[in-house]
């Protein structure tokens, strides 16, 4: 096996494993808009999809949940579905590529190279498609919060959400994911199943096996 190949599906793995991760901690953070006024400049305010915190001067952090997903506002209830989506996505594609890979101990077999080719590709695919789903949500609440940011219907006095860290971490996970996902595709291609050569038995001149090869003569001696 070309140590080319080897590399490219452990980095493949790599990144898809790190990607998930990264999207878990974009779920879970609470940093996706923040908000700060000049009225009150020791406290600042952020927004996760989970619920609401406030960052005091001292570091002193208090968060409160949300009541109810029904009486979330849509773009908050659109992100948390599709991130959740894309952490099971995610996961499903690092557990059918880490058996698909070569390194992988298993039987040498025609047939389960073929199998473990085919669980790379759908790891592969399954990580592009979690990085897609984990794109959107991210960039849907950004749009959001530039045309806020910008809507001159709004007074200039009044505060605006601004882009939190969780925003780059989704960003960053999304584009692992879809690293990932064209690295482990490619490896696909590139290995090529060769198979083995199988003994094939020679037939003598006429169709006969010679006497003196033959295990059933026996020799006598007088």
């Known amino acids: ?31 996706w808009l923040t908000l700060s006024t000049d009225l009150l400049p020791a406290e600042s305010y952020e927004l996760g999809l989970w619920g609401t915190c406030v960052v005091q001067e001292l570091g002193v952090l208090e968060c409160k949940s949300y009541d109810s997903l029904l009486g979330l ?39 389960t190279l073929k199998s473990k080719r085919n669980l790379k590709m759908l790891g592969g695919t399954l990580c592009f498609v979690a990085g897609i789903l984990g794109l959107m949500p991210v960039s ?3 749009h959001l919060t530039v045309q806020r940011f910008f809507d001159k219907t709004v007074p200039y006095v009044v505060p605006r959400w ?9 960003w960053t996970a999304a584009f692992m994911h879809l690293v990932a996902g064209i690295l482990l595709v490619s490896s696909c291609f590139c290995f090529q ?13 006429g169709g006969q096996s010679s006497p003196a090869l033959s295990p059933t003569r026996r020799t006598e001696y007088v």
């Open 140 to 142: 849907h609440i950004a």
């Open 73 to 111: 506002p849509a773009d908050i209830r659109l992100a948390r579905i599709l991130m959740c989506v894309a952490l099971g996505t995610g996961l499903m594609a690092v557990m059918f590529t880490i058996p698909g890979i070569y390194v992988v101990k298993s039987c040498r077999s025609i047939d």
């Open 162 to 170: 601004e882009f939190g860290d969780a925003l780059f971490w989704g």
């Open 1 to 31: 096996m070309d140590s080319a190949l080897c590399a490219l599906e452990l980095l493949g793995v790599f990144l898809s494993l790190s990607a998930w991760l990264f999207s878990l901690a974009t779920t879970l953070m609470s940093q």
């Open 193 to 205: 199943v060769d198979p083995f050569p199988m003994p094939v038995a020679i037939p003598l001149q």
